[in-house]
């Protein structure tokens, strides 16, 4: 167990619909990042939270919105689903604002579109 | 661009064997971090080992070991003894700067099964 917990675990909705993905990070882990994980383009970085603040940003859609609240945990938000955002969503959590010691993954949130 | 490449999309050995995964970055930078996470079955991404680029000493954890070569630009996954539980997708990660900022970039990864 990481610490980080995701949920939903699966989700299944149809297309043009919004969702809404969650993320408790580890006890006193300040960094929040997500990613998308799909089978043609591997795990990709979408955007970073730190101590509630963005701090970076990745290959993340328009359509798609994240934000990291004072008690740290953080949701991302995907709206006007299409067939192609089906995917696992991972969020990762770290203690500093540079990933350069260990990430924590949670078990990610299966989004599937139809 | 792709910035971290693995070039072996799957990898099957027998148990006890030992087996060695590829992966090449792209880079200007003279310091970084480098990593290999390892995605079970359970799906769950776990950190495997770490590499930081000022070190000339190969990182090792058990089993694990790397073969860094900086010039090359190759960080290479050594698994000795394999067991039926390194079964996993595994990943090589490059710490990049982009927008003042650093993100972890991913490769594609290469899928490892150990027969029994």
């Known amino acids: 167990d990481s610490g980080v917990t995701q949920t939903p675990k699966h989700l299944i909705t149809a297309t043009g619909q919004r969702v809404t993905l969650r993320c408790s990070p580890r006890s006193g882990d300040l960094s929040v990042y997500w990613y998308q994980q799909s089978l043609d383009q591997g795990l990709q970085f979408l955007i970073q939270y730190y101590n509630g603040e963005e701090r970076a940003k990745g290959n993340i859609l328009e359509r798609f919105s994240a934000q990291q609240f004072p008690d740290l945990h953080s949701e991302l938000n995907l709206s006007s689903l299409e067939l192609g955002d089906s995917a696992l969503y991972f969020c990762?959590?770290?203690?500093?604002?540079?990933?350069?010691?260990?990430?924590?993954f949670g078990e990610g949130s299966r989004l599937t579109v139809l | 661009a792709q910035t971290v490449t693995q070039s072996q999309p799957e990898m099957s050995v027998q148990e006890a064997e030992t087996v060695t995964l590829s992966c090449t970055y792209d880079?200007?930078?003279?310091?970084?971090?480098l990593f290999w996470y390892k995605q079970p079955p359970s799906r769950q991404m776990i950190l495997v080992i770490r590499q930081e680029a000022y070190k000339q000493q190969n990182a090792t954890e058990n089993r694990f070991s790397v073969n860094f070569q900086k010039a090359a630009k190759s960080f290479s996954l050594k698994i000795s003894d394999s067991q039926l539980g390194d079964t996993a997708m595994y990943f090589c990660?490059?710490?990049?700067?982009?927008?003042?900022?650093?993100?972890?970039?991913f490769g594609q990864g290469t899928r490892l099964t150990i027969n029994p």
């Open positions: 990660a490059f710490m990049k700067h982009i927008q003042g900022a650093q993100k972890l970039v």
């Open positions: 880079t200007s930078e003279s310091n970084y971090y």
């Open positions: 990762a959590s770290s203690v500093r604002d540079i990933p350069d010691r260990e990430l924590f």
